[in-house]
């Protein structure tokens, strides 16, 4: 998806609706890519076959090659469909979503831009997070006529009711602090929340992500938001031990699998989103 200079991956899985924005800098394959796209189909519970569809350009089937072998390596059985030149198939889907995507996220830098009397350029990172933001909406809100619930509700069995700041406001993330007085609250600009439903926040320093914030007397103050720098694809991740919670991998994973280091983080990161999808099958059942 390209929209005002910002480059995107977008995903949708074709029985779920539930979507995915992974902002890049470029439109390079790359394997950081391909794991995205496993991780969101282990995500989705996809184990036993999977197939990717996408268009006919060489990049997309490129990435879902690269994608579709590393699903092998782990074990998974996964298919490639290449859509014929013009042919109005399952990839309809992913372009209405990308529609809808693109208007969406549009509409929340509009959002901001009113509040704080500034004009975004295009290639400002705070589009990159609209984006990103925007897919995490509409996969926890919107409502589907044919599915008759939202994505989230028919992929987890319930639905989200967690607290949520506006997009691009200014709070106050909890942290720990570097020194014995320190602060133990560090002023941000919220950007949204990630898998782990962790709240993300962008500083001078970089991203951090933590489990409580609070709001600002002024959450819209323009100077900081307007100075937004931090990337998805190049932001400095800031450690604290109030961040976010992590999955732990399962014990019996990574037994048949230690072909390098790159591949044993991998399934560690895969598995663990495996852990998490069983035990969402479990709490089902």
Request: net charge positive.
């Given at each position: 998806m390209f929209i005002k200079g910002q480059t995107a991956l977008i995903l949708i899985c074709a029985q779920t609706r539930y979507g995915l924005a992974v902002p890049v800098k470029g439109m390079t394959v790359s394997r950081r890519l391909a794991e995205e796209?496993?991780?969101?189909?282990?995500?989705?519970?996809?184990?036993?076959?999977?197939?990717?569809?996408?268009?006919?350009?060489?990049?997309t089937l490129s990435l879902s090659r690269l994608a579709a072998e590393i699903r092998q390596q782990l074990g998974y059985k996964t298919m490639v469909r290449k859509a014929k030149d013009y042919e109005e198939g399952r990839t309809v889907k992913v372009?209405?979503?990308?529609?809808?995507?693109?208007?969406?996220?549009?509409?929340?830098?509009?959002?901001?831009?009113?509040?704080?009397?500034?004009?975004?350029?295009?290639?400002?990172?705070?589009?990159?997070?609209?984006?990103?933001?925007?897919?995490?909406?509409?996969?926890?809100?919107?409502?589907?006529?044919?599915?008759?619930?939202?994505?989230?509700?028919?992929?987890?069995?319930?639905?989200?009711?967690?607290?949520?700041?506006?997009?691009?406001?200014?709070?106050?993330?909890?942290r720990k602090p570097a020194k014995k007085r320190g602060a133990l609250w560090m002023k941000g600009v919220w950007l949204g929340k990630n898998n782990q439903d962790a709240n993300v926040l962008t500083t001078k320093e970089g991203l951090f992500t933590t489990s409580s914030v609070r709001k600002s007397g002024e959450p819209w103050q323009k100077e900081i938001i307007f100075a937004l720098e931090n990337t998805p694809w190049s932001a400095k991740m800031i450690s604290f031990s109030h961040g976010?919670?992590?999955?732990?991998?399962?014990?019996?994973?990574?037994?048949?699998?230690?072909?390098?280091?790159?591949?044993?983080?991998?399934?560690?990161?895969?598995?663990?989103?495996?852990?998490?999808?069983?035990?969402?099958?479990?709490?089902?059942?």
């Open positions: 796209i496993v991780r969101f189909s282990l995500y989705l519970n996809q184990l036993e076959e999977c197939e990717f569809a996408m268009d006919s350009e060489p990049a372009e209405r979503f990308i529609q809808t995507v693109r208007r969406h996220s549009s509409a929340l830098v509009e959002a901001v831009r009113e509040r704080i009397g500034l004009e975004f350029p295009a290639e400002r990172a705070i589009r990159a997070w609209a984006v990103k933001r925007s897919v995490f909406l509409l996969n926890r809100f919107y409502f589907h006529s044919s599915l008759r619930s939202t994505p989230f509700f028919v992929l987890h069995g319930y639905n989200y009711t967690r607290n949520l700041l506006s997009f691009g406001e200014v709070a106050f993330g909890l976010s919670p992590l999955f732990l991998t399962h014990p019996e994973c990574a037994a048949s699998f230690l072909a390098s280091s790159n591949q044993m983080l991998l399934l560690q990161s895969l598995e663990a989103f495996q852990c998490s999808c069983t035990h969402v099958a479990q709490r089902r059942g």
